[in-house]
Nanobody, 123 residues
């Protein structure tokens, strides 16, 4: 098993940048592909980005492509989501997740989830 704890959320203005971190404990994070999802009230949790075990493969939702970057440091058991040019529509609770898949973009492919961190972007 792996435990995931997100951090780095907050309130920022549109156009600003923010970096989220996801610290993994328990079984080493390098055993899992990692992903970020987000959710707003009344909506389903949606895929944001994913990265393979080695970090060599990455995939993004179209809505964040070119603005967000997912990365990982396996020595630190940490995954990051660098978010640039933030928009009000990026406001959501962001969740980190771990998967035994390759670079999955579907929620059901993820086995473990963090508790989430709130990101609020004001206009």
């Amino acid at each position: 098993q792996v435990q995931l704890v997100e951090s780095g959320g907050g309130l920022v203005q549109a156009g600003a940048s923010l970096t989220l971190s996801c610290a993994a404990s328990g079984r080493t994070a390098s055993a899992y592909a990692m992903g970020w999802f987000r959710q707003t009230p009344g909506k389903e949790r949606e895929f944001v980005a994913a990265i393979s075990r080695s970090g060599g493969m990455r995939t993004y939702a179209d809505s964040v492509k070119g603005r967000f970057t997912i990365s990982r440091d396996n020595a630190k058991n940490t995954v990051y989501l660098q978010m640039n040019s933030l928009k009000p529509e990026d406001t959501a609770v962001y969740y980190c997740a771990a998967s035994l898949g390759v670079v999955p973009n579907r929620r059901r492919e993820y086995n473990y989830w963090g508790q989430g961190t709130q990101v609020t972007v004001s206009s």
